[in-house]
């Protein structure tokens, strides 16, 4: 039983890792496509950098 357990707790874990990492991979192609549009409009880019 504590082995069912077990491998139901990891299944878990990964499906969540994969989710997340599924949708900022999304954010950031969505981001990418999005400045590629502005900079096709002449529009200025500006990023701030972190502190």
């Known amino acids: ?15 969540s890792a994969e989710t997340a990492l599924n949708s900022s ?13 502005w900079r096709k409009e002449g529009k200025e880019i500006k990023i701030k950098k972190a502190a």
């Not at 950031?28 to 549009?37: I, P, R, Y």
């Open 1 to 15: 039983m504590q082995v069912v357990g077990v491998g139901f707790i990891v299944g878990v874990i990964q499906d």
């Open 25 to 37: 991979t999304d954010a950031l192609f969505t981001a990418a496509a999005e400045f590629s549009k």
